[in-house]
Every structure is written in C-alpha cells, then in structure tokens.
C-alpha cells in the first residue's frame, strides 16, 4: 500500500452535526479502492493544532482519544483525528488481535506522515502531535523518519515492544519464517496487549523491531520537545522503558491514579496536563 500524491479532502455533510460536534470527516484516498478518514476540528488561526492518534488497533472513536480531542477542541485548538486504515477501507471499528494483520508499521508512518503535513499545511505552523499507547510508538517512527514537520511531541501511556508482562515469548509460530523461507504464512506473535497476534514475519517484526533500544535512539536525535505522560496506576505499561529521561531529553508527568487507558474519571487530569504543554507551543 501507496499513499498517492493526491489528496482529497471531502466534508461529509451526510453526518448529523451533533455526531461530529462541530468536527468535518476529511478523506485521504490511499488507493483506487482504499480511502482514510479523519476527523478535524478547526480553531483559532493564532493557537497551536493537535494531531491525537489513537492507540494500537483502535480508531479516533477510542473513548480517551475523543474526549481529549473534543476538550482541546472546545479550547479553541484546531484538532485532527485520523484513524489508521490498517490496510482497510473506510475502517471504522476496533481490530481483534486474532485478526489476520499483513499491515505494516512503515505503512502506518506514510498515513500518519501524510495526515502531519496535511495539518501543518492547513494550520501554517508544524503541529503538536499526540500518540495514545501503541499510537506514540507509531508517531516515534514517524518522528525517526523525519517525513513531516513537528514541533511537540507528547507520547501518552506507551511502553516499548518485547515487554511482555508476564515474559512470554514474543513469537509462537515459526521461530524465524524469514530465514525459513515462509515470509508471507501467517503465525501468531506477541505484540503490545496481544497475546495472539496473527500476522506475517514481515509484518509483525515492523513493530517488533521498535524495542526500548531503539526508542531510546529515537528520543535522542529527535529535535521536538517530548513529554511522556503515564497513568500512575499503569503498572502494566510504566515507564521503566525511559532509561536516564533527563539524557534523552524526555519530561515525564503521572497522573495519579490513572490506569494505561485513561478512563473518563481521570479525564481532566489528563487534559490538565496536556493543556500545560500544548500551551507552551509557539502559537505561530
């Protein structure tokens, strides 16, 4: 999958307005039979605009990610929430792990690189973007690659692949399709809250091959400020990843007595805090 060098971009009058709350559904069209949906609330032309992305495997309807989005919204931001095709058309519902997953990481860096600069160019300005658990691996990536302007970064409730809580191994099918010469047969994998992930050895090892090690790189060449945010509660996830925040240049914020999701009664403290960094962007 190739995303074309056209966009287009189409307001969805068909939508109750209250469904959107003020939101217009914007399209990017990947392929002749695969089209992208975000959607956008536009603000204050001298305020910031924020990317939110939703976790792994969810949608931009993922409760913490449309609240917040909504929140920052109703201040005055202008806000885009795209939902990763995951190789789908018009996807508009959650993944199962179980699922058969042939999309790749690389893939989801060119939607999200694309939807960054469609943002900057729209606002004038590079925006602030926000990922949300295996959403903040994927705009690390993006940042890695250096294909879209940013000028914040804040990575809520994320943690670094081959962490496993209880040490399993991270692949159950074959122990090296790749050299086995298997590429495309599909096997089940450890990968973020999955057990059981079905996909390709390909596939699979794109996000795989984003460990701790390999964060840490990330958040020591990335020219963006990062702040990490953590649900205090999240001993799931934690932070345990971050070795030596200070040396890569990462500001850490808890929100006591939050879990990795973030439930609605931990809301505003999570827009608090959010609110507090996205305000000290330039304002352009």
């Given at each position: 999958?190739?995303?074309?060098?056209?966009?287009?971009?189409?307001?969805?009058?068909?939508?109750?307005?209250?469904?959107?709350?003020?939101?217009?559904?914007?399209?990017?069209?990947?392929?002749?039979?695969?089209?992208?949906?975000?959607?956008?609330?536009?603000?204050?032309?001298?305020?910031?605009?924020?990317?939110?992305?939703?976790?792994?495997?969810?949608?931009?309807?993922?409760?913490?990610?449309?609240?917040?989005?909504?929140?920052?919204?109703?201040?005055?931001?202008?806000?885009?929430?795209?939902?990763?095709?995951?190789?789908l058309n018009r996807r508009r519902q959650s993944l199962a792990c179980e699922?058969?997953?042939?999309?790749?990481?690389?893939?989801?860096?060119?939607?999200?690189?694309?939807?960054?600069?469609?943002?900057?160019?729209?606002?004038?300005?590079?925006?602030?973007?926000?990922?949300?658990?295996?959403?903040?691996?994927?705009?690390?990536?993006?940042l890695d690659a250096r294909e879209a302007p940013v000028d914040r970064v804040l990575?809520?409730?994320?943690?670094?692949?081959?962490?496993g809580p209880t040490g399993a191994p991270d692949i159950t099918g074959p122990a090296d399709p790749v050299a086995a010469g298997d590429a495309d047969s599909i096997g089940f994998y450890r990968l973020g809250h999955c057990a059981r992930y079905a996909s390709t050895a390909v596939a699979s090892s794109s996000y795989l091959a984003w460990d701790r090690d390999r964060l840490q790189r990330m958040l020591l060449a990335v020219e963006a400020p990062v702040t990490l945010i953590s649900g205090g509660e999240e001993a799931r996830v934690g932070t345990d990843w971050v070795r030596a925040p200070d040396a890569v240049g990462v500001e850490l914020r808890t929100i006591p007595g939050a879990d990795h999701f973030l439930d609605l009664a931990h809301a505003s403290e999570l827009l608090d805090e959010v609110l507090k960094v996205?305000?000290?962007t330039n304002r352009g």
């Open positions: 999958m190739r995303v074309t060098a056209s966009l287009v971009w189409l307001l969805v009058t068909a939508l109750p307005a209250a469904a959107l709350a003020g939101s217009a559904r914007m399209e990017l069209a990947l392929a002749p039979d695969r089209v992208a949906e975000a959607d956008y609330w536009p603000g204050a032309a001298d305020m910031p605009a924020v990317l939110v992305l939703h976790g792994f495997l969810q949608t931009r309807e993922f409760p913490a990610v449309r609240r917040l989005a909504e929140a920052l919204a109703d201040e005055g931001y202008s806000v885009l929430t795209p939902t990763l095709s995951l190789g699922a058969i997953h042939t999309h790749t990481l690389q893939q989801d860096v060119t939607e999200l690189s694309t939807w960054t600069r469609w943002l900057a160019g729209r606002a004038g300005k590079a925006p602030v973007i926000i990922g949300q658990g295996v959403g903040a691996i994927q705009v690390a990536a993006m990575l809520v409730g994320t943690k670094a692949f081959r962490q996205v305000m000290e």
